[in-house]
């Protein structure tokens, strides 16, 4: 919710204006939200009567009896609208289709939309919230790790435009965010180690306490779902619970006084210089967090080359990603990628690379002057340091879930992708397939591997 004031003021040649926009809005932590015990959800509707709900597909197989069932108890008209979810329907059609579920729904200027989904949905779900009738009100339930610390914090919503990660978007504020991470229970452990990097990413350059917590507790809190499976020690879960809360609060104290970005040196773009460039390169995109490790791994390895951090830091923090199964490298992260990378940034960032490094673990640096030719040495060091690495540096999970056939377009070739008992198949529609797709398979390939001889 906001409040505004302005003031209208005379000139020689015209008028200027001076505005303020009060921005209020509330996050609270509800473990099992759609228990009917819990009144805070229905409280937001009841004046209204009724509710349009935006789903994530997966999250109402799961939870969509559950959910129709609080407001129908709660006497509150519930409409759902479902929504494929995916980095790859991160999109303009997938925005239009909800925009035109507001129109057919009747939604009222100010009435709010229970959007309910990871990070993929909330943003785009959000940046239609934004768009429709200018702005409309919106409520945001998070189901994925690396939405509930991550992509719910900050006001931010968009989709992806082509292969240009979250190019287009708005700032806009939900009026309440419900931290249920009673979700976790039910998520994949793909995407736990998904949201898992965020915490290593504010951790690294911002909060040692939190680091010092997932270095000990690293993969317990991957095998538990950060203790929300049953048989989970009470020690973890403590833990869990006080990394959840002190990272989420010291994203909100970086972001908050910063919710436009009108300040460019932000800590917690710390794994995001050359990571909206990578993450959709390959042709089965990589999962953000993964993405984003890869990047965090490799300012490690130039913020030790800086003398920014120590070797036996350096080592710890790429230990830790690859004890949970987080990526250090990817075939595709070249220097020309990389350099790429480094210029588009620049253009997001003032004219300036602005790269966030750990200096030392818990604290930040923004380094504004690296070269193509260190980059180039230093990518060197670091491909050949974290092939020693468990799975030469590979990660587990990696890549993006293929829950259904998909049409994935590499230059004038098209695969259909299908998961199948864990396994990716691959038809090809054109006769070849290029090099990069080749690699990107060989790579899923190798993980498979990896995980059979583990199981």
């Known amino acids: 919710m906001s409040d505004m004031s302005a003031t209208v003021s005379s000139t020689t040649n015209g008028f200027h204006i001076e505005g303020y926009e009060k921005i209020t809005y509330d996050f609270r932590f509800?473990?099992?939200i759609f228990d009917p015990k819990h009144h805070d959800l229905a409280d937001c509707y009841h004046s209204w009567g009724r509710c349009l709900v935006v789903i994530d597909d997966n999250v109402y197989k799961m939870y969509g009896q559950a959910l129709e069932n609080y407001f129908t108890v709660h006497n509150i008209k519930c409409t759902v609208k479902v929504i494929q979810g995916g980095e790859l329907r991160k999109t303009m059609k997938t925005k239009l289709e909800i925009l035109d579920t507001f129109a057919e729904f009747g939604l009222v200027r100010k009435e709010p939309v229970l959007v309910i989904g990871g990070g993929v949905l909330t943003d785009v779900a959000g940046y239609a919230c934004a768009s429709y009738r200018r702005t409309s009100n919106f409520i945001r339930i998070p189901t994925t790790l690396i939405g509930l610390i991550d992509a719910s914090v900050s006001i931010k919503v968009g989709l992806n435009h082509?292969?240009?990660k979250n190019r287009l978007g708005a700032y806009h504020a939900p009026l309440i965010t419900f931290l249920d991470f009673s979700f976790l229970k039910t998520l994949s452990q793909g995407h736990i180690r998904n949201g898992f990097a965020e915490l290593v990413k504010i951790s690294t350059v911002a909060e040692k306490t939190v680091f010092d917590l997932l270095d000990k507790y690293g993969e317990e809190l991957i095998s538990t779902h950060f203790g929300?499976?049953?048989?989970?020690?009470?020690?973890?879960?403590?833990?869990?619970?006080?990394?959840?809360?002190?990272?989420?609060?010291k994203m909100l104290e970086l972001e908050v006084p910063n919710l436009h970005e009108i300040m460019l040196d932000r800590v917690i773009a710390f794994g995001h210089t050359w990571s909206p460039t990578l993450e959709l390169t390959p042709p089965i995109p990589l999962r953000h967090g993964h993405a984003i490790n890869i990047d965090m791994a490799f300012s490690v390895t130039v913020a030790w080359k800086r003398g920014l951090i120590t070797i036996e830091e350096r080592d710890r923090i790429l230990r830790l990603m690859s004890r949970v199964g987080l990526t250090l490298d990817h075939e595709l992260f070249t220097i020309d990628l990389i350099w790429k990378a480094t210029k588009s940034i620049m253009l997001t960032r003032d004219g300036h690379q602005r790269a966030a490094m750990p200096n030392p673990i818990g604290t930040c640096t923004f380094v504004n002057d690296l070269t193509y030719e260190e980059l180039e040495q230093?990518?060197?060091?670091h491909k050949a340091l974290v092939k020693n690495y468990p799975r030469a540096g590979a990660g587990v999970d990696a890549y993006i879930d293929q829950s259904d056939y998909m049409e994935i377009h590499d230059g004038d070739n098209m695969v259909l992708t299908k998961a199948l008992n864990g396994e990716l198949l691959v038809e090809a529609v054109s006769s070849t397939l290029s090099s990069s797709l080749g690699m990107n398979l060989k790579t899923i390939a190798a993980e498979k591997a990896y995980r059979s001889a583990i199981m």
């Not at 499976?229 to 990272?247: H, P, W």
């Not at 230093?378 to 060091?381: F, I, P, R, T, V």
């Open 30 to 32: 509800i473990d099992n």
């Open 378 to 381: 230093d990518l060197k060091e």
């Open 228 to 249: 929300y499976l049953d048989g989970a020690s009470e020690e973890v879960r403590k833990a869990a619970k006080q990394i959840n809360y002190i990272g989420i609060k």
């Open 162 to 164: 082509g292969k240009l």
